[in-house]
């Protein structure tokens, strides 16, 4: 809590001093020339004396008390108004000003975990707010299933019927339509390269992250390997989260491209997460959300917020009770 | 130059008054009627009387001498014990000031007193000091004696003190006169040196109480006015001016006073009466000296 004009209380107090004054002036003035026409009353201790007179006495005493109380009160609450009091705080804005791509191997293995994925991030858009997000899938090739957008109840209607494709047991697959175009199958380098391009506007200051689900188990010869997609991610400065099924003890056969998958993405400042469960995805994705969130928190703003709340009801109470005083006094 | 004796007359030529004033005069009279005073006598003849006292006709007829009683025609001394403190610069109950109806009823009863030859002095003064004028029995000097009640009666006299005026009184004067005390409401009330003195007085003299009554400030008609209490100068709040039970309170308050005031002296046996207004001197003074002449006889 602070006064944004400091100045404000002196100048109230000037100027109700200066009005003190006037009045203490005005009365003795008044009186004075009001003197000669004044009753002069003697023995008044005949009134002062009685009981009914010591009763109006001290109602009058009390609504004089109350009326100097109320006064001062809506005196202090003008001069809190009218100084701005302003409640201080720090405050870190949240520079929602981020793209995430969600790049998704929809090769047979990945199915549940990509299934994992769109459903958490079903549940993060609702939060969304200035964020870009699009989804990548790819398997041989990659198809951009929607563009990074803001249009968060397509993106929630795309991602519904796409976790629909991907979970229900009578899906058709209809999400493997484009993907198988490539040379073998599971090309991650290429994906993850085609991922990265997905990012428009390149020159503006934008957090930009993907989200890439892979076993990084490849068959096939890809355009990219994926050392150079990574080397394309960071020289475009967008962070790679790598989440991998393929990263646990029965799966040594692949434990080398795991190995590779996890410098790459660390490489690009990003994050590696090796699991065997989907059910542990929606805990990674909130990670990687929260650890985007404090990374781009900017520099701590002081932000000055007006109060003028309690005052003004203050201010308002204070004026009724003046009026009821007033009435009671020169009733 | 004697203007406010002026009003005396005036006061008491208003036709309304015309009959009174004669019956004033009686009553005047018979103030002093039953001390011998104006009264000449006829009795047996001791020796050592003044031969030419020796009434022949009278003595003639009887057959034995009787001497004639001569009683010389005394000036009567009618002194004027009046309250000139601030006090009696505030209001009466009838509006005016206090002073105004003191001047008028000492005015009334001087002018008696001098239109009989008899001689009028005063006695005044506040807690600050108590003033003298002789006795005298003219119209000029009454003048003098109602000018000094006017004079120290004001705002920036000291307070009243009632008992210093009579305390002087009792301490100067050693003959008998007729002491005619003007007071207020507040005299009597709860002062037992006050009523000390008065019995005392009352033992040598002959008193006449006139109480001037006190304005009322819970009237309406200073609703709009300041108020100054005279004892401290101190403006009166108005809040108790729009409380009516605190009016019915005061108005029984000082009905309670009054009566208690009277009654004080009552038992004493000195006659008072209390007056509120300047219409209400003289047919107050005749009541007053009626009522003294009819308790006496």
């Known amino acids: 809590m602070e006064l944004m004009y400091w100045w404000m209380p002196l100048l109230w107090l000037v100027v109700t001093a200066g009005v003190i004054v006037l009045a203490l002036w005005l009365h003795a003035r008044r009186r004075a020339r009001n003197l000669a026409d004044a009753v002069p009353v003697a023995h008044s201790d005949r009134l002062t004396e009685l009981p009914a007179y010591r009763t109006a006495l001290a109602r009058y005493r009390a609504a004089l008390f109350g009326a100097v109380l109320v006064v001062s009160l809506v005196l202090v609450a003008a001069v809190l108004m009218s100084s701005r009091l302003v409640s201080i705080s720090t405050y870190q804005p949240e520079m929602r000003n981020r793209d995430i791509v969600l790049c998704l191997d929809v090769s047979g293995s990945m199915v549940d975990y990509d299934a994992a994925i769109v459903r958490t991030f079903r549940d993060l858009v609702d939060n969304f707010d200035g964020e870009r997000i699009g989804l990548v899938l790819f398997n041989a090739s990659a198809v951009t299933y929607f563009p990074l957008t803001t249009d968060y109840r397509f993106v929630q209607e795309q991602l519904a019927y796409l976790e629909n494709d991907l979970s229900s047991p009578l899906s058709d697959y209809e999400f493997i339509n484009g993907t198988l175009l490539g040379e073998g199958s599971s090309l991650i380098g290429d994906g993850l390269g085609s991922c990265v391009l997905r990012f428009d506007d390149v020159d503006k200051e934008r957090s930009r992250s993907i989200v890439l689900a892979t076993d990084n188990y490849v068959a096939g010869r890809p355009i990219l390997t994926l050392p150079e997609a990574g080397a394309l991610a960071t020289e475009r400065s967008v962070r790679v989260y790598g989440i991998n099924p393929g990263d646990v003890s029965s799966k040594e056969y692949i434990a080398e491209f795991a190995n590779e998958m996890k410098q790459v993405v660390l490489a690009t400042d990003g994050g590696y997460f090796a699991l065997a469960d989907p059910s542990a995805i929606p805990s990674i994705v909130d990670g990687i959300e929260q650890q985007q969130t404090t990374r781009l928190t900017g520099e701590p703003m002081l932000v000055r917020t007006d109060e003028p709340s309690w005052p003004f009801v203050l201010s308002v109470l204070g004026t009724a009770l003046i009026m009821y005083f007033g009435w009671r006094l020169k009733r | ?297």
């Open chain 2, 1 to 297: 130059m004697d203007e406010l004796l002026h009003r005396v007359r005036t006061r008491l030529a208003i036709r309304a008054h015309r009959r009174v004033r004669g019956l004033l005069d009686g009553e005047y009279v018979s103030l002093f009627h039953g001390k011998s005073l104006d009264f000449d006598d006829l009795r047996a003849y001791i020796p050592g009387d003044d031969v030419k006292d020796i009434d022949w006709k009278a003595t003639a007829r009887v057959g034995s001498p009787l001497i004639k009683r001569y009683i010389a025609t005394k000036k009567h001394a009618v002194l004027l014990v009046v309250d000139t403190g601030r006090d009696f610069a505030a209001l009466s109950e009838g509006g005016t000031p206090k002073r105004d109806i003191a001047i008028l009823a000492a005015g009334v009863i001087g002018y008696l007193a001098v239109r009989h030859g008899d001689h009028v002095g005063l006695v005044a003064g506040d807690a600050d000091g108590t003033e003298y004028v002789p006795l005298r029995g003219t119209e000029s000097h009454l003048e003098r004696l109602l000018r000094v009640i006017h004079q120290r009666t004001s705002m920036s006299a000291g307070p009243s003190r009632l008992a210093a005026q009579l305390d002087y009184v009792r301490r100067t004067f050693r003959r008998r006169m007729l002491l005619i005390v003007v007071a207020d409401d507040g005299a009597l009330a709860g002062q037992v040196e006050e009523l000390q003195l008065v019995r005392r007085l009352h033992a040598q003299h002959e008193i006449l109480w006139i109480t001037i009554g006190d304005v009322d400030p819970t009237l309406g008609d200073y609703a709009d006015k300041d108020m100054i209490d005279v004892a401290d100068g101190r403006d009166l709040p108005p809040f108790f001016r729009r409380d009516s039970a605190l009016r019915a309170e005061f108005e029984a308050a000082v009905a309670t006073r009054t009566a208690a005031s009277a009654d004080l002296l009552d038992r004493i046996g000195i006659s008072s009466h209390r007056m509120t207004s300047e219409e209400d001197v003289v047919p107050g003074l005749f009541r007053l000296l009626e009522g003294h002449n009819h308790a006496r006889r």
